[in-house]
Nanobody, 125 residues
Framework: VQLQASGGGLVQAGGSLRLSCVASGDTFSTYSVGWFRQAPGKEREFVAGTKRNSPTTSYANSVKGRFTISRDNAKNTVYLQMNGLKPEDTAVYYC???????????????????WGQGTQVTVSS
């Protein structure tokens, strides 16, 4: 599976962005997909995830209520709608896909099999 993340950019605090993660190479619906981010000097952290063949989603507490993850299997695409952006949301955002993800492991980056190249999100104050 190859993943292509896009949609990042520069936005003012309070603004919105929608990230897209397009997959190719396999049946996308059989993979759980997560969004992670990494800010300069910080470790990578889980942002949101959607479980394969299930409506189950999960969010980091820091983005709950502001970000929404969704998927369109017909388009092999997972979206991350980000509203109410804050300067602390500034990071490189990565999407990842895993065939063996269960609800309890969705937040663990090491459980994912494939990673996209990342897209920069910068939120100015």
């Amino acid at each position: 599976v190859q993943l292509q993340a896009s949609g990042g950019g520069l936005v003012q605090a309070g603004g919105s962005l929608r990230l897209s993660c397009v997959a190719s190479g396999d049946t996308f619906s059989t993979y759980s997909v997560g969004w992670f981010r990494q800010a300069p000097g910080k470790e990578r952290e889980f942002v949101a995830g959607t479980k394969r063949n299930s409506p189950t989603t999960s969010y980091a507490n820091s983005v709950k209520g502001r970000f929404t993850i969704s998927r369109d299997n017909a388009k092999n695409t997972v979206y991350l709608q980000m509203n109410g952006l804050k300067p602390e949301d500034t990071a490189v955002y990565y999407c990842a896909a895993g065939a063996r993800i269960i609800t309890s492991t969705m937040r663990l980056g090491g459980q994912y099999d494939y990673w996209g190249q990342g897209t920069q999100v910068t939120v100015s104050s």
